[in-house]
């Protein structure tokens, strides 16, 4: 009778558990980086050197800021550098990665396939305001969230780029 009940219990703890984290572990919990968020950062790195500028270093938290906010937006069905509740971009980033100086772009293409890095990179370029952050020489560190789903009703990829001075 006891093992019936220690097998219980340990079965409802595990069924609460798993009740109460699936959307907490849907934005925390996303794989290493892949593939095309690493060419992300090979064409930042590229635009950069093509600049005389350092390449970025990649930074675990800021791409665990940059990975929520892209889940964040895809999940509130909005695109903006504000968080869901109105608040700054820099005080999201700073929950994540305390830098003296952050900046963030964001981009939304129709797919995360193939050739979506330099897509992504070359619409940054083109515009004056994300070429400026690509381009500043005070970030040193950068973190990539890519994430894929609909967005307005249409199937989107949406990715975020945060960026990170020194401290």
């Known amino acids: 009778m006891r093992l019936v009940a220690s097998l219980t219990l340990a079965f409802g703890c595990l069924l609460a558990a798993l009740l109460v984290t699936p959307l907490t572990a849907t934005a925390a919990a996303k794989p290493k980086v892949d593939s095309r968020e690493r060419a992300i950062v ?3 790195n590229h635009q950069r050197a ?29 695109f903006a550098h504000e968080s869901r509740d109105g608040g700054p971009f820099d005080q999201r980033v700073r929950r994540y ?10 981009a939304m293409v129709g797919g995360c396939g ?13 515009s004056s305001g994300h070429r400026a952050v690509l381009l500043s020489s005070a970030y040193r560190k950068v973190g990539i969230g890519k994430r894929a789903g609909n967005l ?16």
């Open 42 to 44: 090979r064409a930042i």
């Open 50 to 78: 093509k600049h005389g500028l350092a390449a970025l270093r990649t930074s675990r938290r800021l791409a665990r800021a940059a990975d929520f906010h892209s889940w964040e937006m895809l999940d509130a069905d909005y």
């Open 97 to 106: 990665a305390n830098h003296r100086s952050v900046g963030e772009t964001l």
């Open 114 to 126: 193939r050739g979506s890095a330099r897509r992504v990179v070359r619409m940054w370029m083109n």
């Open 152 to 167: 307005g009703g249409n199937r989107a990829c949406v990715v975020t780029a945060d960026f990170g001075s020194r401290k």
